[in-house]
Nanobody, 125 residues
Framework: QLQLVESGGGLVQFGGSLRLSCAAS????????IGWFRQAPGKEREGVSCIVSDGSTYYVDSVKGRFTISRDNAKNTVYLQMDSLNPEDTADYYC???????????????????WGQGTQVTVSS
């Protein structure tokens, strides 16, 4: 049974850092693209960063230079290092998995079928 569990969210001050983790189980992790998505109150869910099986990555413009996605296939885990956080980053963050995204810029919820329960990130000003 495919399962994704996010952790690492919390409350952080403006300019601070957090590292989110997405622990996966129940599937051939190496073959899957993994994406980080976020949803703020009243807004649509958006793709933040995605990484495909060959390690290629995508970042939405608003986080380029501040966030770094990485995957550890030995640990079946994907990380999202978030630096220089600002209040606009406040949202619920979800990781998702699918084999369909062959390129990292397919970083849209449409392309991902398996989702974790989410972790909340709040950045105070």
């Amino acid at each position: 049974q495919l399962q994704l569990v996010e952790s690492g969210g919390g409350l952080v001050q403006f300019g601070g850092s957090l590292r989110l983790s997405c622990a996966a189980s129940g599937f051939s992790f190496d073959d899957y693209a993994i994406g980080w998505f976020r949803q703020a109150p009243g807004k649509e869910r958006e793709g933040v960063s995605c990484i495909v099986s060959d390690g290629s990555t995508y970042y939405v413009d608003s986080v380029k230079g501040r966030f770094t996605i990485s995957r550890d296939n030995a640990k079946n885990t994907v990380y999202l290092q978030m630096d220089s956080l600002n209040p606009e980053d406040t949202a619920d963050y979800y990781c998702a998995a699918d084999t369909r995204p062959l390129r990292p810029n397919y970083c849209l919820p449409y392309w991902y079928s398996a989702w974790g329960q989410g972790t909340q990130v709040t950045v105070s000003s």
